[in-house]
Nanobody, 127 residues
Framework: QVQLVESGGGLVQAGGSLRLSCSASGSIAEITIMGWYRQAPGKQREFVAS?????????????QYADSVKGRFIIFRDNVKNIVELQMNTLKPEDTAVYYC???????????????WGQGTQVTVSS
């Protein structure tokens, strides 16, 4: 069994910051892409940021960001602890959403990767 567990959501005023964390646990052999998506009320889930394993550097490799968060959000990754974090700065009311962690994970003893979702964490930005 493999799971992703998010934490760090909450209520913040516009212009403030929050840091989300997502930890992968279970019988994990390999993780390639780790990232974040969000879903606002009445809207479809959308991509926020992602990173690959970064090889052996231990850092976030090839970070990708949605245009709406570029320059404000930063994605971090710890390949040893299987953690991905999202530092969110200069938050806006339109950033309000449930944020979901997502990863492509290969379990020990298998060859295939499965796309796994976390349960989500609420971020609310007040104006």
């Amino acid at each position: 069994q493999v799971q992703l567990v998010e934490s760090g959501g909450g209520l913040v005023q516009a212009g403030g910051s929050l840091r989300l964390s997502c930890s992968a646990s279970g019988s994990i052999a390999e993780i390639t892409i780790m990232g974040w998506y969000r879903q606002a009320p009445g809207k479809q889930r959308e991509f926020v940021a992602s990173t690959n394993s970064g090889g052996n550097t231990g850092y976030a490799g090839n970070p990708q960001y949605a245009d709406s968060v570029k320059g404000r959000f930063i994605i971090f990754r710890d390949n040893v602890k299987n953690i991905v974090e999202l530092q969110m700065n200069t938050l806006k009311p339109e950033d309000t959403a449930v944020y979901y962690c997502n990863a492509d994970i290969r379990r020990i003893g298998t060859r295939d990767f499965n796309n796994i979702w976390g349960q989500g964490t609420q971020v609310t930005v007040s104006s």
